[in-house]
């Protein structure tokens, strides 16, 4: 008679605990133990640490896997529990420890594997094999590929966040805040009757007086400073939206500016100096040409296709210097200039910035963060079982990620969701611009030493989201590099590796629906290869997700500066401008609260996030990738403090890639 200890770790988070009845079996090389329950009547306590004795006849020999059952106690059908992970002691004098973290259902089972990493080909026991080989079939039948909108990068199969197989409902809490937090904002505009109401502002200041009284220095900065040439040009870099701006060498034909246009803004310069001295820069909304605006509140809302011209002055300012509002030129589409009247200039920039929306949220945010993000979890959780280094390196990049867009798509880009009602780009030029980004999107551009280089951005000044994206970037492809040549040691290792073959051939496919000029690999050659592209995932969810996302109340809150919708069609002449003209082609009150309600929203942390390198699951075992995980939590920290340095000098700090601030994963 041998005896095995198990220790069970129940769980931290909400609602962890259970009174199911827990059973459990090990498997080894030789033999398995008898399935034995853990407990009678006493449960599972949320954070709770168990220990129990399985006695087995003989030793198991090297131990592959770990069994959990759960029953109902006395018809509790609904009582699941969370598992941390199980470690087992074996009479041999080894701790072998099996990482969970999962939620087990009644009447459900789950199969843990040991933590130590392993690769296909070095599973070499014929039983982990076909373990490893069943896992993988059963995780297919439970993650499935769907066609969203055709043209568009695929989703995963399930219609609720609650209907999503249990390894992946991480917590409750997301999707209890996300709906009450929601729910709470939207009543209390219902009960001041702003939410209903279909009237125009009856001026700019009005907005402050009624809106937003959680206010932050940010969103009282740009309140003051919104339609300053400054602050207008500075966004194109540190902004919502740091994606757009990039050097202009040559004028586009559609662009028929003259020197005589800009002298004034050029100092008496011409074009060609600036443009050969690298000063001058372009914005092109190309994407939205001809796109037709949404239906909002039965009124037809306008979209524009800018051009705009930007001027790096000798102070390092980025300057706003000629705006074409819609691609072709002639004498119904005007060159707006800084020295045209307040108003006409006031509101060229509103319908750029109106462009910006929705460029910014569809291509840039929605596209490049949440869906491919969510690309990669699916083609994660179908192809790389849980004992593979790739599945535990991302394993913390992937959280949250499915729920939150199943979320997104139900209550935000649904027929009746947020943006469909209260934004130009809501419903049918969503779908056609979202379908445009897919079709023009590459690899390099997921890169961000390539996109800056591609851009020509190297050597603008001030350029905050280029200096800190760098350094987060090098952070990560620095461990990246370390874990990943662990295990591949060789660039034979990755081209062996089956599974990781089929996970990258899916995203190629899935994700990027086969398009050979994307630039993406659809097979992975070397260890250099597959480093940077899991580099790119990892800074794709967590650093460039942060980057476009977290400030979205900040920038979007006061409406003027980021407007969901505008009302009235861009002006054919200049000169017959005014501030009620401005006024009529702003949001209603109706759009203009909703749609600040639902950046509020989207900005908020969850009380459950987790912040780069913050790791709470303990799903290693080997001493080599726990140390590096620590060498990272250390870059970051450095990187924090040098950021945080920074920004005491500047009068609006930059701060949304100061690793504090940027959750491991596409989380909110």
């Keep these: ?98 990482p969970c973290y999962s939620w087990l259902g009644c009447n459900e089972s789950l199969v843990l594997r040991p933590a130590k990493a392993s690769l296909v080909f070095q599973d070499i026991n014929p039983i982990a094999q076909r373990q490893r080989t069943r896992q993988r079939e059963e995780q297919q039948k439970l993650f499935r590929w769907r066609v969203y909108a055709e043209g568009t990068p695929q989703v995963i199969d399930y219609d609720t966040a609650l209907a999503l197989p249990a390894e992946v409902q991480f917590s409750f809490t997301k999707e209890t805040e996300f709906y009450s937090i929601g729910g709470m904002q939207f009543a209390a505009l219902k009960l001041t009757g702003l939410a209903d109401s279909r009237r125009s502002w009856k001026s700019i200041s009005q907005l402050a007086m009624i809106l937003y009284e959680n206010r932050n220095k940010t969103f009282e900065y740009i309140r003051e400073h919104w339609d300053e040439d400054e602050f207008f040009g500075y966004q194109f870099l540190n902004g919502l939206n740091p994606m757009m701006i990039q050097h202009c060498s040559k004028l586009p034909e559609n662009f028929p500016i003259t020197d005589d246009m800009v002298k004034d803004s050029l100092r008496g310069s011409s074009l060609e100096q600036e443009m050969k001295k690298g000063n001058i820069f372009l914005s092109d909304y190309k994407i939205l040409d001809e796109l037709v605006g949404n239906v909002v509140s039965g009124r037809q809302q306008y979209l524009t296709a800018p051009l705009v011209l930007l001027y790096c002055d000798p ?198 629906l086969g398009r050979d000029g994307s630039g993406m690999p659809s097979s992975f050659q070397t260890v250099t290869e597959l ?57 209603d009150v109706s759009t203009t609260v909703n749609g600040t309600a639902v950046l509020r929203l989207l900005s908020k942390d969850s009380t459950d996030h987790y912040p780069l390198g913050h790791f709470p699951e303990n799903l290693y075992d080997e001493d080599i990738p726990c140390k590096l995980i620590e060498e990272f939590q250390k870059d970051l920290r450095e990187l924090s403090d040098l950021i945080e340095e920074r920004n005491k000098k500047l009068e609006l700090p930059y701060t949304y890639l100061n690793p504090k601030n940027v959750d491991n994963s596409v989380a909110i």
């Design 1 to 98: 008679m041998v005896i095995y200890t198990v220790t069970t770790h129940t769980g931290q988070r909400l609602l962890a605990g259970t009174k199911s009845l827990i059973s459990i079996q090990l498997r080894g090389t030789e033999a398995e133990s008898e399935e034995q329950n853990l407990q009678r009547f006493q449960g599972f306590c949320q954070g709770s640490v168990r220990a129990f004795k399985i006695n087995c006849k003989a030793s198991l020999g090297e131990l592959i896997s770990v069994k959990l059952f759960s029953k109902p106690f006395m018809g509790l059908l609904y009582d699941q529990w969370f598992c941390d992970k199980i470690l087992v002691n074996t009479p041999e004098g080894d701790k072998i420890l099996f």
């Design 531 to 587: 480093v940077k592209f899991v580099t790119m995932v990892i800074f794709t969810a967590s650093a460039q997700h942060s980057a476009v996302n977290n400030g979205q109340f900040d920038f979007g809150g006061w409406m003027p500066n980021y407007p969901t919708a505008l009302r009235k069609p861009p002006p054919k002449e200049k000169g017959q401008t005014t501030e009620d003209t401005i006024l009529e082609t702003l949001p």
């Design 315 to 512: 102070h390092g300012m980025m300057l706003p210097i000629a705006i074409q509002l819609k691609q072709k030129p002639s004498k119904e589409n005007p060159i707006f200039l800084p020295t045209d009247s307040k108003a006409d200039w006031k509101l060229a920039k509103i319908f750029v910035r109106n462009a910006e929306f929705a460029v910014h949220e569809v291509d840039f945010h929605l596209l490049r963060t949440h869906l491919l993000a969510e690309v990669f979890t699916v083609a994660t959780l179908r192809n790389l079982p849980s004992p593979h280094p790739l599945y535990k390196l991302l394993f913390p990049h992937i959280r949250y990620t499915l729920q939150i867009n199943i979320m997104a798509r139900n209550q935000l880009i649904s027929k009746n969701g947020a943006i469909t009602m209260y934004a130009g780009i809501g419903g049918e030029p969503l779908a056609k611009l979202l379908k445009r980004a897919t079709a023009s999107l590459t690899y390099s551009a997921l890169c961000l030493p390539d996109n800056i280089s591609e851009r020509g951005l190297e050597n603008v000044p001030h350029y905050y989201y280029r200096d800190d994206g760098m350094k987060l970037w090098n952070i990560i492809n620095k461990f990246v590099v370390a874990f990943l040549s662990h295990y591949y040691q060789c660039d034979a290792h990755v081209q062996k590796d089956t599974e990781l073959q089929d996970w990258i051939s899916e995203i190629f496919t899935n994700g990027f």
